[in-house]
């Protein structure tokens, strides 16, 4: 069974940092692509950032590009959110997903291209 375990979240001010954490078990993590989506209340699951199996390519949302980054680490089986200059418009639950397919060739946005997903972290951002 796949188990997504999300981190680090919290209250923070605008301007502030966070450091999101997801620790993957259960599959092998090193060959799926790996996501991180939100979701404020009462709006739709966004895409925030995406990055490929082998880490050699990232994709993020206009809204977070230049602010946040998406890293990995495979020996730890590992993803990450370095969230920088965040302000309240941040404010929602993170949840991290694993790609469905392994080896994908490209960096994909949607989430039911996701088949296993976190349970969440909350993050709020305040002014």
């Known amino acids: 069974q796949v188990q997504l375990v999300e981190s680090g979240g919290g209250l923070v001010q605008a301007g502030g940092s966070l450091r999101l954490s997801c620790a993957a078990s259960?599959?092998?993590?090193?060959?799926?692509?790996m996501g991180w989506f939100r979701q404020a209340p009462g709006k739709e699951r966004e895409f925030v950032a995406a990055i490929k199996w082998s880490g050699g390519s990232t994709l993020y949302a206009d809204s977070v590009k230049g602010r946040f980054t998406i890293s990995r680490d495979n020996a730890k089986n590992t993803v990450y959110l370095q969230m920088n200059s965040l302000k309240p418009e941040d404010t929602a639950v993170y949840y991290c997903?694993?790609?469905?397919?392994?080896?994908?060739?490209?960096?994909?946005?949607?989430?039911?291209?996701?088949?296993?997903w976190g349970q969440g972290t909350q993050v709020t951002v305040s002014s």
């Open positions: 259960g599959r092998t993590f090193g060959i799926y692509a």
């Open positions: 997903a694993a790609d469905s397919t392994p080896y994908r060739s490209r960096v994909v946005t949607n989430p039911i291209d996701y088949d296993y």
